[in-house]
């Protein structure tokens, strides 16, 4: 594993000289290197990469993101890394601040499928192919969201939450 962290750093560092620190490779290079981090059990410097990476996305320069799908890819990539994020922060017990990031990666999921169905209706874009799992990753952070409110008493909240999963039409008809 410290081969693979020292490796990861010289990369990042390496892609901060060609691209500039604040670039789209740079933050998907932090973000694959907190998720190695997360998977050997490294929480607190997974937690630190992933908000590095995160702050990295948020600060690209606009310019440099001008294709209207680039940009809904990169907008999904902040909001799976507020997922993970929110992972983190329940599993050390702050679940307060788990909470937050979680209803910010559900605001996240759904202008991302709202954006993806507006983009679908451009006849000059090529219909997306690829797997969508942003639905069911939406369902999984509203059962967090319940889950954790119940945890800390919030019993309306945790109701509401499950309530809107029960209120997705796809639920209904299976597609999950």
Known sequence: MEKAQSMFEEVISMRKTVYGVYSVPVAKTINAYAILLAKHGR???ALQNYEAAKN?????????VRDPEFEIKCKYD????????????????DLQEAI???EDGVLGLRQYEAALAELQKDPYISPYTGK?????????????IGSLKLKI???KGALRSLFHIA???SIFRGDC
């Open 153 to 155: 008493g919030h019993n």
């Open 100 to 102: 937050a990031c979680y």
């Open 167 to 169: 209120l997705m039409p």
């Open 43 to 45: 929480m607190n410097l």
């Open 78 to 93: 902040v909001t799976l890394i507020n997922l993970n994020i929110a992972s983190i922060r329940s599993k050390k017990g």
């Open 132 to 144: 969508n799992n942003a639905h069911k990753n939406l369902i999984a952070a509203l059962g967090r």
């Open 56 to 64: 990295t996305y948020e600060s690209v320069p606009t310019q440099l």
